[in-house]
């Protein structure tokens, strides 16, 4: 009966090994009979294991990954190679993929491993810039871009310095300037147009108080006005880069962007230090529906100031980045919130932040 007994457990234990490992007193026999059958299932289960795997790793990386080089030159509108210009490959969502720079040349080669596909290929030397759209899908890739407004050297043809018109106004028309422009500083418009009054009946020639009488109209929304006045600035000086400036900004605001963007070229090949040109400039762009590169000025420039973030809001949204636009247009409210474009701000912020919403085609100005 104990032999029965015995044949009996060993033929449970044969068919269903696992009652062995649970058992509160099995038997050393049983151990070494579910060692025996186990040990070697378990290194097939994980050799098996193994050899499947190894397929699977190799497919984690796309087929169509691979590196690519795009090359080529860089010159100016009459054909000569610009020298350590800055190259850059922007998907179309502005995000860089690569970055290279030019040699004495103009000669560039960039290697990416972005996906085939279309991507923005953008040159830019100081303030000028230009781009094209590129089809990557193959590995080489030559394309040639010319930058404006850049001289034989690859450098600005204007160098700034005081103009002689500009030395001859009267010390008392200057005084009068000087208030206008402290009075414009603390939005006193009215003072301030009385004080260009004034230094106009001392100078009637007086280049400086037609663009800041410019200024005033941009102030006001009198655009036209604001163009009329920083043309007869510029018959009378024309080095006068504050009624360049004054000239792209009224340009972009009546959507001339082609004539703002030259204006605001020329503001700053004068006048290097004119944020405000890089910032009209950024404007011009965006409304010729160059966004990449209107997203690349404003990354250059790097400025904390509510008309900053609301225009980079405006790419941003029109990039389809809308929480990063919502974020800049945060910036602008909380930096100027008694400004009368906020509550336009608030109403866009309310539909990019809205699911599925899209954003408004309209940019704030």
């Known amino acids: 009966m104990a032999a029965d007994s015995t044949s009996s457990r060993w033929g449970i234990c044969r068919e269903r090994t696992e009652c062995c490992w649970y058992s509160k007193k099995p038997n050393r026999l049983s151990w070494l009979a579910v060692e025996k059958r186990t040990v070697p299932a378990c290194l ?15 497919q984690t990386t796309s087929p169509n990954r691979r590196s690519l080089i795009i090359h080529g030159l860089i010159v100016t509108a009459q054909g000569h190679p610009v020298a350590r210009a800055t190259v850059e490959v922007r998907d179309l ?45 193959r590995a080489d890739r030559e394309v040639t871009i010319a930058l404006p407004f850049i001289g034989a050297a690859g ?21 009068y300037l000087k208030l206008a ?112 590169l209107a997203l690349r000025e404003l990354d250059e420039l790097s400025k904390d100031f509510p008309d900053v973030h609301l225009v980079r809001a405006n790419i941003l949204a029109s990039l389809n980045r809308s929480e990063e636009a919502a974020q800049e247009f945060g910036l602008f409210l909380k930096e100027a919130p008694g400004d009368r474009r906020s509550e336009q701000v608030r109403k866009i912020v309310a539909e990019i932040t809205e699911p599925a919403a899209p954003p408004s085609d309209s940019m704030v100005r």
């Open 44 to 58: 097939i289960l994980f050799l098996l294991l193994v050899l499947t795997s190894i397929p699977a790793v190799g």
């Open 93 to 137: 969502r502005g995000i860089k993929m690569a970055t290279a720079f030019t040699d004495a040349a103009g000669s560039f080669a960039i290697t990416t491993a972005a996906n085939p596909g279309e991507y923005v290929l953008l040159a830019a030397k100081e303030w000028q810039i230009g781009d094209e759209r590129i089809i990557l899908d």
């Open 155 to 175: 450098v600005p043809q204007q160098v700034y310095t005081v103009s002689a018109q500009a030395l001859r106004v009267p010390a008392k028309a200057r005084a």
């Open 181 to 292: 422009q402290e009075k414009f500083s603390k939005s006193n418009i009215a003072g301030a147009q009385r004080e260009i009054d004034h230094a106009l009946q001392v100078d009637s020639t007086c280049a400086a108080a037609f663009s800041m009488r410019a200024f005033l109209r941009l102030s006001s929304r009198d655009f036209h006005g604001a163009i009329e006045d920083a043309t007869l600035s510029l018959a009378l000086d024309p080095a006068d880069a504050n009624a360049y400036l004054a000239l792209a900004t009224a340009y972009n605001s009546v959507s001339e962007f082609q004539k703002a963007e030259a204006a605001a070229q020329q503001a700053l090949g004068m006048r290097p230090d004119f944020w405000q040109g890089q910032l009209e400039i950024a404007k011009a762009l965006y409304g010729e529906g160059r966004f990449v």
